[in-house]
């Protein structure tokens, strides 16, 4: 694999570009904004955002949060969180809150997260997987007419079967009542749950964490969260620039 060396300009201009897809996200229509519309969005969208950023988990009511939601983590339409409405000039009081996807002709009507049997797509007690199910409210199997729904047999790391969990979406206030961290506010888009490293571990696991990456408060520490999103940035930049 041949690699390619980058001079200290264009290693900036490759950190600059994605630190403007994470803001930005899909929100430029594919044709990237000039500096000035840049810095518009910026002034107008990010105030907002960070005022109003929603909290996306999957767990048992009452219980741990199992999964937390990122921008790539796929929904139960195949597209990635970060395709469905996630900005609100203000938030609908309406909940369970559903985030449409925005993805043109999907006909997903709220982000549901699809729970996995390890590196596997989870199947449904027909047999089939969650992609032979329909996207729409009741998820009724495209192959068999026996099915009344996608329901998973796979049983958590929490012990509960999956079927026992479900998707939440809640508001900075509404998480922080239930005693979960919410992190500092960031500018990027569709953050979902993610705080800090160990929102990448399965709840289970998270709880056992030895939350290094965390205050007294609870909260992700601003060296965690930089030190985290570098990683994240120069680990796509690397794989980004080899043939």
């Known amino acids: 694999m041949e690699k390619l060396c980058l001079d200290e300009s264009a290693v900036k201009a490759v950190d600059e570009y994605w630190e403007y897809r994470s803001i930005v996200g899909d929100d430029d229509g594919g044709r990237l904004f000039t500096p000035e519309q840049y810095e518009e969005y910026k002034r107008t969208v990010l105030p907002q955002r960070m005022k109003n950023r929603l909290f996306v988990s999957f767990g048992v009511p009452e219980g741990i949060d199992c999964n937390l939601i990122g921008p790539e983590t796929q929904c139960f339409c195949t597209h990635r969180y970060k ?48 992609q032979d199910h329909s996207e729409a409210t009741g998820h009724l199997c495209k192959k068999c007419n026996s099915c009344s729904g996608f329901q998973s047999t796979v049983t958590c790391g929490c012990g509960q079967p999956n079927s026992a969990h479900q998707t939440l979406v809640e508001t900075k206030p509404e998480r922080e009542a239930r005693g979960r961290p919410v992190g500092r506010d960031v500018p990027y888009a569709a953050m979902g749950g993610l705080t800090g490293f160990s929102s990448l571990l399965d709840g289970y696991l998270n709880q056992e964490a030895c939350g290094s990456d965390r205050d007294t408060s609870g909260a992700v520490s601003r060296g965690a969260q930089h030190q985290r999103l570098t990683t994240h940035t120069h680990s796509r930049r690397n794989t980004s620039i080899r043939k």
């Open 83 to 130: 395709q469905h409405k996630t900005d609100f000039e203000v938030v609908p009081s309406e909940r369970p809150l559903g985030l449409p996807c925005q993805v043109r002709g999907c006909r997903c009507s709220a982000y549901e997260y699809v729970p996995r049997n390890g590196p596997n797509p989870a199947r449904c007690r027909c047999k089939h997987l969650s």
